[in-house]
Nanobody, 122 residues
Framework: QVQLVESGGGLVQAGGSLRLSCAASGRTFSNFAMGWFRQAPGREREFVATISWSGRATYYADSVKGRFTISRDVAKNTVYLQMNSLKPEDTAVYYC???????????????WGQGTQVTVSS
């Protein structure tokens, strides 16, 4: 089992920045690829970014490429999502997820956090 706890969400103006954190506990964090997803009201959960277990491979949704950066700190068992140049359409609940391999489909992830709200005002 892997337990994931997100933090760092909040209210920010358009153009601002936030850094989300996802703290992992349980099974060896370094064995898992990590992903960030988001879900806005009335919409399906969508892929945002993923990072391999080594941290050497990352992949982003086109909608966030160049604005968001995913990273991980194995010593702290934590994965981050740095979000810059935020837009109102980035408003959503953001979830981190863990699985053995990086993936862009939510159904491929076995472990999920509870989510953190990000609201971007115009």
């Amino acid at each position: 089992q892997v337990q994931l706890v997100e933090s760092g969400g909040g209210l920010v103006q358009a153009g601002g920045s936030l850094r989300l954190s996802c703290a992992a506990s349980g099974r060896t964090f370094s064995n898992f690829a990590m992903g960030w997803f988001r879900q806005a009201p009335g919409r399906e959960r969508e892929f945002v970014a993923t990072i391999s277990w080594s941290g050497r491979a990352t992949y982003y949704a086109d909608s966030v490429k160049g604005r968001f950066t995913i990273s991980r700190d194995v010593a702290k068992n934590t994965v981050y999502l740095q979000m810059n140049s935020l837009k109102p359409e980035d408003t959503a609940v953001y979830y981190c997820a863990a699985d053995l391999n990086p993936a862009t489909n939510s159904y491929e992830y076995d472990y999920w956090g509870q989510g953190t709200q990000v609201t971007v005002s115009s």
